[in-house]
């Protein structure tokens, strides 16, 4: 099949085999509403279980599996994707939105993920140390956790979902993977790469459906040992009180509300450069993307005319027109509460410098223009996620301030500063309550191979993705031993 045209029939990928759902659902192309991207089967709570039984029972082959067979399968699948990134990115952009360039770069972050994850299934670490005890021997060892659900938002439809499940079938673990219901088409197309690599059946599952039932039957279910989900806050506290009552692993990725620093000493170009693309860049649909801009008041009435001289030039569009920089709103729902936070920012005081009108464009897409307002750190528009192309800007008095400022929020996922100081820059990175610091870059752009993951209101248990990604994927045994 080719992904420029309608998927047929998207199934779910249950014990092996592809099942027609309860009902059916469809994804629209936010570029342009007139077109099916897909259709697909959806689950109910029955389904969802046949599929964490299936996963249960595949469990204790595939968690003794060799190193060499888990490293051959995400080999498998990250060359696979790798190969197909510009068909698979094009179907990314259709179904989310995002611009081609950055569709494309998120496919091929994913097959990068698998690839990296084929390596570290060969070297899985333990330790080994001396007792306490006379003629006894010590080692702490590593296994699977077991059963894992995974959760995701639709935001990054391949490289979240390949962060979770890579891992997890690197150490050992089966899966069921419930996509956003915004975005299954990406979904089913991962599952399909991933049901030809050679897995045994039921290792690997996919159920497609509603959060709150599909999504819930994983959270509710004991036979899932751990569950990793990325989303809003809200979903994640009430997942988090499910599973810490049921004494299930639990890591949650959730939202952020992320400051960029500007010093007066920064380089305006770079700082300006950072700015646009933390801020609006995916359309500002990222957890880590620059939502509060904190500039010294040296600099403050300059940089704003320049980041509203800049703003004035994104080119809004289409995801696959060529020269388009910053694409649709991902559906109409998102595209209602962005309205709304226009709304009340006016109405708190905030000064709209630009930007927020919907736009028309060729086809009938969620267009809107980027929005910036001057705002004071108690308006609700610099406090609370919007996840959408809206910005504010806060005035500092100095660094001192511009930190406090910065650390003055219930979220800590990443922190930026622009600066061209060594001392502040250094200050910044020990004393910014997050979990990714950021100098002279956008918020939002990060590693693979490194840990992901925030602080306080952001983030629930251990980091995601690099070797840390073990942490949550295995369990350490200790065991002690005399001859
Ligand atoms: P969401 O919380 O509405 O949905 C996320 C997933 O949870 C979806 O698959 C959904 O179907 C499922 N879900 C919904 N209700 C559920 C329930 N009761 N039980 C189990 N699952 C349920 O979030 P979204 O709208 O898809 O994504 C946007 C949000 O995700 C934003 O708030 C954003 O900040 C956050 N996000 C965070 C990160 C991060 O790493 N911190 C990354 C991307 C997105």
């Known amino acids: 099949m080719k992904f420029g045209e309608l998927p047929q029939n998207a199934r779910q990928y249950i014990n092996g085999r592809w099942e027609t759902g309860v009902t059916t659902g469809i994804s629209q192309n936010p ?53 197909r990134k510009a068909e698979l990115g094009l179907l990314l952009a259709r179904e989310e939105g995002k611009t081609l360039p950055e569709a494309i770069a998120e496919v091929a972050r994913a097959g990068q993920i698998f690839k990296f994850f084929a390596g570290e299934a060969l070297r899985v670490q333990g ?11 010590v080692d702490v060892t590593r296994e699977p956790v077991g059963v ?55 290792v690997f599952n996919l159920v497609m459906g509603s959060g709150r039932e599909v999504g819930q039957a994983l959270v509710d279910s004991p036979r899932v040992h751990a569950l990793s989900f990325t989303g809003s806050v809200a979903t994640g506290e009430r997942i988090l009180q499910t599973t810490a009552a049921r004494r299930a692993k639990v ?35 990222r957890c880590t993307a620059s939502s509060r801009l904190i500039v010294e008041t040296g600099v ?42 226009l709304e009340i920012a006016r109405a708190e005081g905030a000064e709209h410098i630009w930007g927020g009108d919907l736009l028309e464009r060729a086809t009938p897409g969620h267009y809107m223009s980027p929005a910036l307002f001057l705002a004071k750190p108690e308006h609700r528009v610099a406090r609370e996620e919007i996840f959408g192309p809206v910005a504010c800007v806060l005035r500092a008095d100095n660094y001192e301030h511009a930190l ?35 100098v002279n870059l956008p918020t939002a752009g990060v590693d693979y191979h490194v ?4 602080r306080k209101g952001s983030s629930y248990g251990p980091r995601e993705q690099g070797r840390y990604a073990a942490e949550f994927y295995t369990t350490a045994k200790t065991g002690y031993m005399r001859a």
């Open 31 to 83: 570029s342009d509403t007139r077109e099916v991207v897909a259709e697909y089967a959806r689950a109910d709570r029955n389904q969802t279980e046949l599929a964490i039984r299936a996963a249960a029972e595949a469990l204790p082959h595939w968690s003794h599996s060799t190193p060499q067979r888990r490293a051959d399968v995400l080999d498998h699948i990250g060359t696979e994707i790798l190969a």
């Open 127 to 137: 330790e080994s140390m001396a007792s306490v005890r006379p003629g006894v021997q």
């Open 148 to 202: 894992v659900g995974i959760i995701a938002p639709w935001n990054f439809p391949f490289a979240i979902p390949a962060w979770k499940i890579a891992p997890a079938l690197a150490y050992g673990n089966s899966v069921i993977f419930k996509p956003a219901e915004l975005v299954p088409a990406c979904g089913w197309a991962l599952a399909e790469i991933i049901s030809r690599s050679g897995l045994p059946a039921g």
């Open 251 to 285: 890591q949650l990725e959730m939202g952020g509300k992320n400051p960029l620093i500007v010093l007066a000493d920064a380089d305006m170009d770079q700082a300006v450069d950072c700015a646009v693309q933390g801020a609006y860049f995916s359309t500002g649909q």
């Open 300 to 341: 403050h009435d300059a940089f704003v005319a320049r980041l509203r001289q800049r703003m004035a030039a994104l080119k809004v569009g289409h995801a696959l027109d060529r020269d388009t920089e910053m694409g649709p709103v991902v559906d109409r729902s998102q595209m209602e509460q962005n309205q709304a936070w």
């Open 404 to 438: 406090a400022l910065a650390n003055d929020t219930p979220f800590g996922l990443c922190a930026g500063i622009c600066t061209t100081s060594l001392k502040q820059a250094m200050h910044f990175k020990r004393h910014a309550e997050v979990g990714m610091t950021m």
């Open 451 to 454: 840990p992901f993951g925030g």
